[in-house]
């Protein structure tokens, strides 16, 4: 009988070869030489896809004892957050910081790009779980339990959104998330909520661009060449699709109208081509991961390992929300990939892994119950 964690890993493998046909399909151009299978086998997001499986395979097997290995007094865990915090500020070192759409959000190692907030996205998982499992009997606590896990993630968070709001969003939601779980209590949050609404104001007002994206949330049509661009053209594209879609390959958006295609707006070519049923599917996909993750969850009996499933789940799903919800023009457009469909390489690699993680916490959880039953069960004497 198939487990729920190799459940989750055969979901997140089905939206990584979507992936790969849709990056393709979205990264035609106007040519008369048409794309071939070979090509597309041998494209970049197919080999990415392979390490990303690669990497999914690297996570089922991760040791989970090197969560309690100490380096210098400290778990090992418990350095993922310096690291980030380092490699966050490095974005804007000369010679290794790159500047991309008038944002310093990548690190770039002789050709080797790649997002640290991405790092730290999947850090502060890691950390919070970890401090939610270790400091069980003070998480109650404003002082002991709450303030100083919240303090690490408003620093991460005001460092990303400075270059990107809605990761720093996305991490604070899902460390929130990890927290309460942990047993913090509801009036902790309702404490910082006038901090946050303050934060995410002073964010916006101090930001053009930020102030613009809120303008075309609010009223698309009152500058559609310019601000309002992108969400209609988005928009378009969803509702040319209809219930079957246009068909694969066969959209127009693609070809100069949807900036941004391959990545943030995947989903709308998604819509355009596969219509009702293709983005039905691409729904289908992410509820399934995350209903088998919850199953995951209620088996598993170590603290540590639940809250790390449970970040995982919720960072994939919350991300994926977030990304539907702008392309659909349900929120203010944001730069949130959708999970293993939007083209990129960190991305993919890294939640890739996680997913993998979230196999290996099924198994070992499968491995105790055994041993446990074995222990309990006794042959007769007689």
């Keep these: 009988m198939m487990r729920a964690g190799q459940g989750v890993v055969i979901l997140s493998v089905m939206l990584l070869m979507l992936g790969v046909v849709m990056v393709n399909s979205a990264g035609l151009s106007v040519s008369t030489d048409p794309l071939t299978l070979k090509e597309m086998v041998m494209s970049r997001p197919a080999m990415l896809a392979m390490f990303a499986i690669g990497a999914m395979w690297m996570g089922s097997r991760f040791p989970f004892r090197l969560l309690h290995v100490k380096f210098a007094g400290l778990p090992l865990v418990f350095w993922l957050v310096p690291i980030a915090l380092l490699l966050l500020f490095a974005v804007y070192v000369p010679g290794i910081g790159k500047r991309v759409n008038a944002a310093n959000r990548w690190l770039d190692f002789g050709g080797f790009a790649f997002q640290p907030s991405e790092v730290a996205k999947w850090a502060l998982v890691a950390a919070i779980a970890w401090w939610g499992a270790t400091y069980s009997k003070n998480i109650h606590s404003f002082k002991k339990g709450f303030l100083p896990a919240i303090l690490v993630v408003g620093?991460?968070?005001?460092?990303?959104?400075?270059?990107?709001?809605?990761?720093?969003?996305?991490?604070?939601?899902?460390?929130?998330?990890?927290?309460?779980?942990?047993?913090?209590?509801?009036?902790?949050?309702?404490?910082?909520?006038?901090?946050?609404?303050?934060?995410?104001?002073?964010?916006?007002?101090?930001?053009?661009?930020?102030?613009?994206?809120?303008?075309?949330?609010?009223?698309?049509?009152?500058?559609?060449?310019?601000?309002?661009?992108?969400?209609?053209?988005?928009?378009?594209?969803?509702?040319?699709?209809?219930?079957?879609?246009?068909?694969?390959?066969?959209?127009?958006?693609?070809?100069?109208?949807?900036?941004?295609?391959?990545?943030?707006?995947?989903?709308s070519i998604i819509c355009e081509e596969l219509g009702v049923v293709g983005a039905g599917a691409v729904l289908c996909l992410y509820a399934g991961i995350l209903i088998l993750s919850f199953s995951v969850i209620r088996k598993c009996k170590d603290t540590l390992l639940r809250l790390l499933v449970l970040g995982i789940a919720t960072t994939i799903g919350l991300q994926a929300s977030i990304n539907i919800l702008v392309v659909t023009s349900l929120a203010p457009t944001k730069g949130i990939a959708l999970p293993l469909l939007s083209n990129g390489g960190t991305g993919w690699l890294l939640t890739a892994f996680c997913i993998g993680l979230i196999n290996a916490v099924d198994r070992t959880s499968q491995e105790e119950t055994a041993f446990t039953t074995t222990e309990k069960w006794q042959p007769s004497n007689a």
């Design 155 to 267: 620093l991460i968070c005001g460092v990303i959104a400075v270059e990107d709001l809605g990761t720093a969003v996305l991490i604070f939601g899902t460390a929130c998330v990890l927290l309460f779980a942990a047993g913090c209590k509801t009036m902790h949050f309702v404490s910082l909520f006038p901090f946050g609404i303050a934060a995410l104001v002073g964010a916006i007002m101090t930001s053009s661009y930020r102030m613009n994206r809120l303008k075309a949330f609010i009223d698309p049509y009152d500058d559609p060449g310019d601000i309002g661009y992108h969400i209609l053209q988005s928009l378009t594209a969803i509702s040319s699709g209809g219930l079957a879609g246009l068909g694969l390959g066969h959209g127009v958006h693609k070809f100069g109208y949807l900036p941004e295609d391959t990545t943030d707006f995947i989903f």
